[in-house]
């Protein structure tokens, strides 16, 4: 069964929509580029209102190390996802502490080249847009996903998925779980409840 988590999440409401929706992870964006970014205040408010169930990610870009370990604690963070230029060697530092989630923009086969070098718990594939490090709502060619899964560890996919077009992309790549942020928004920091249910319906109706 493909896993389910809907990232950028920004408010209490939001998060308890999500879990009693039925997905298996909620994403909090720390990122300072982001127009999604939530304050540690505001994460840790939320990350207390949902139930046990639905795992809490926080998803950084080049943060200070210092900075993910306050945030890991307050927030009891389930799984750390970072979407920066981070290298393997920052990524090992957190290992044992959360799961770990590595980015990637897929731009093209040359992105793949050192994904192998990242000894993490999951990969997770989006879209390349300069300028942007995701929820942008644009795709990439999912040939370079099934190329990234013979690589053997688990994948999130994410790039510009929808309530249209993610039975496709599942039946098509398999992966282990989708991403989606964009595809459910009413606005940038606003999901869409009947969006997100009509999401997590095609998920479970494709398996």
């Not at 950084?60 to 981070?86: M, R, S, W, Y």
């Not at 459910?184 to 997590?200: A, G, Q, Y």
Request: a neutral charge.
């Amino acid at each position: 069964m493909t896993k389910i988590k809907i990232c950028g999440i920004t408010n209490k409401e939001d998060a308890i929509w999500v879990a009693n929706l039925g997905a298996d992870y909620f994403g909090m964006i720390f990122a300072r580029v982001s127009k999604r970014k939530i304050s540690l205040e505001k994460a840790k408010e939320i990350s207390e209102a949902v139930p046990p169930y639905i795992k809490k990610v926080g998803l950084f870009a080049d943060e200070e190390p210092k900075t993910v370990n306050k945030v890991l604690e307050i927030c009891k963070l389930d799984v750390l996802q970072f979407h920066g230029e981070e290298t393997p060697e920052y990524c090992h530092e957190f290992k044992g502490k959360a799961e770990i989630i590595k980015g990637f923009r897929m731009k093209d086969e040359e992105s793949i080249a050192r994904i192998p070098q990242y000894d993490v718990d999951y990969y997770l594939l989006d879209a390349f847009v300069e300028g942007e490090i995701g929820g942008t709502g644009q795709t990439f060619n999912w040939d370079l996903a099934l190329k990234v899964k013979e690589l053997g560890r688990p994948i999130f996919l994410a790039g510009g998925l929808n309530p249209d077009n993610v039975g496709e992309a599942i039946k098509k790549v398999r992966p282990f779980a989708v991403d989606v942020a964009s595809g459910v928004e009413s606005s940038p920091r606003k999901k869409n409840i009947e969006l997100m249910r009509e999401f997590i319906n095609k998920v479970r109706k494709v398996g």
